[in-house]
C-alpha cells in the first residue's frame, strides 16, 4: 500500500470508530490535539504509559506543531524559528524511558535544555506507545513506504516482509538510499539471496529480536540499534553453524524517523488550519 492509502485507511477507520472531528485548529490546546490524535488508537489513552507531556502544560494554545523523533536542542530551536510552540517527539527527552529528571537536576546539559524550553514556552509531548499502537503502526508504515516496500506490508504478520529475490548487499544500498544513511552494520554474505525479512526498526530488545528470528526463520534480520552482546552474538553464533541469516543495523533514530514523517498528514486531518512540519532529528553519530 502507498502512503496516500495507508492515510485513507486510517480517516476511514476513524470515521467509522466515531474519532473526534474538529472544524479548524485554531485555537486549540495541547490536550485537545492529544485527545483528537489518541480518539481512534485502540486501548488509547493507555493507563500506564510513557506518552506524556515532557515540558509545558497542556492548556497551551498551539500555535504550530513540529514532529520529530527526538527533541533535540537543535529540533527545539528550529521549532521556535518557525514559530511553533508544540513538539510531538517518539522519543525521550531527557536521556531515559521514563523522562525521570530527579538525577538529572543539577547536570548543567538538563538544565539549559529545559531552561530553553521554558524561556520560549514549547510543549514537548511523547508520542510513542500510540504511534505504535495505531492501526497499522505508523512506524512500520513511514519505513516500509521509505524504501519503496510498502506494497509488501503484510497487516496479519506486519513485522515480515516478503519480497523478491535480493541480494543482502542490494538490501544495504536501498536502506541506505531510502533512509538517508551514511553507513550501516551487518553480519553476513553481502550476495546472499533474501526473500523473507524480518523488520524490527527502533530498539526491540535482544529477547524479542532473537524469539522473532526463532519464530520466522528470516533470512535477514533488520534493526534500528541492538545490545552487541545479545543479538549480534545469537546471529554469529547461528552462521558459524551453517546458517545463512544475515543481519543490518540501521541505528534507532533513522530506522524510526520515517514514521514521524508518516504523521504529518495524519495530525493535519485530525487538527486542520494548524502548521505542521517534520524536522528530524537525524544521526548522533558520524563515521570515517
Not at 502512503?3 to 495541547?30: D, S
Not at 521556535?80 to 546539559?109: C, K, M, R, S
Not at 524479542?208 to 553464533?237: F, K, M, N
Request: charged share 25%; hydrophobic share 40%.
Amino acid at each position: 500500500m502507498k502512503r496516500r492509502e495507508f492515510l485513507a485507511a486510517a480517516v476511514g477507520m476513524g470515521v467509522v470508530g466515531g474519532r473526534t472531528e474538529w472544524k479548524g485548529g485554531q485555537g486549540m490546546t495541547v490536550k485537545q490535539v492529544i485527545d483528537a490524535l489518541l480518539s481512534d488508537i485502540p486501548g488509547a489513552p493507555f493507563p500506564s504509559t510513557v506518552d506524556t507531556i515532557k515540558a509545558g502544560s497542556p492548556d497551551v494554545v498551539v500555535k504550530g506543531i513540529v514532529t520529530t523523533m527526538f527533541a533535540t536542542e537543535a529540533v527545539i530551536n528550529k521549532t521556535i524559528e518557525l514559530g511553533a510552540n508544540f513538539i510531538i517527539a517518539h522519543e525521550p527527552t531527557f536521556y531515559n524511558h521514563q523522562d525521570e529528571t530527579n538525577w538529572l537536576v543539577d547536570d548543567p546539559v538538563f538544565k539549559h535544555k529545559k531552561e530553553l524550553l521554558d524561556q520560549h514556552g514549547i510543549v514537548v509531548w511523547r508520542f510513542h506507545d500510540g504511534l505504535h499502537s495505531h492501526q497499522p503502526d505508523g512506524v512500520r508504515v513511514g519505513i516500509l513506504d521509505a524504501v519503496g516496500w510498502g506494497k509488501y506490508f503484510n497487516a496479519k504478520n506486519p513485522t515480515v516482509v516478503e519480497v523478491p529475490s535480493v541480494s543482502m548487499g542490494d538490501v544495504i544500498e536501498m536502506m541506505k538510499k531510502g533512509l538517508g544513511i551514511e553507513k550501516v552494520r551487518y553480519i553476513g554474505d553481502k550476495a546472499q539471496a533474501c526473500r523473507k525479512i524480518l523488520l524490527l526498526p527502533g530498539a526491540a530488545g535482544g529477547r524479542r529480536q532473537i524469539g522473532a528470528v526463532q519464530q520466522e526463520r528470516p533470512d535477514l534480520l533488520i534493526v534500528g540499534e541492538l545490545s552487541e552482546w545479545e543479538t549480534a552474538e545469537y546471529i554469529r553464533d547461528a552462521r558459524y553453524q551453517g546458517g545463512k541469516i544475515g543481519l543490518i543495523v540501521l541505528g534507532h533514530s533513522v530506522s524510526e524517523e520515517p514514521g514521524l514523517e508518516w504523521l504529518v498528514p495524519v495530525v493535519r486531518q485530525r487538527v486542520p488550519g494548524i502548521t505542521v512540519t517534520h524536522i528530524a532529528s537525524g544521526s548522533p553519530f558520524s563515521f570515517e
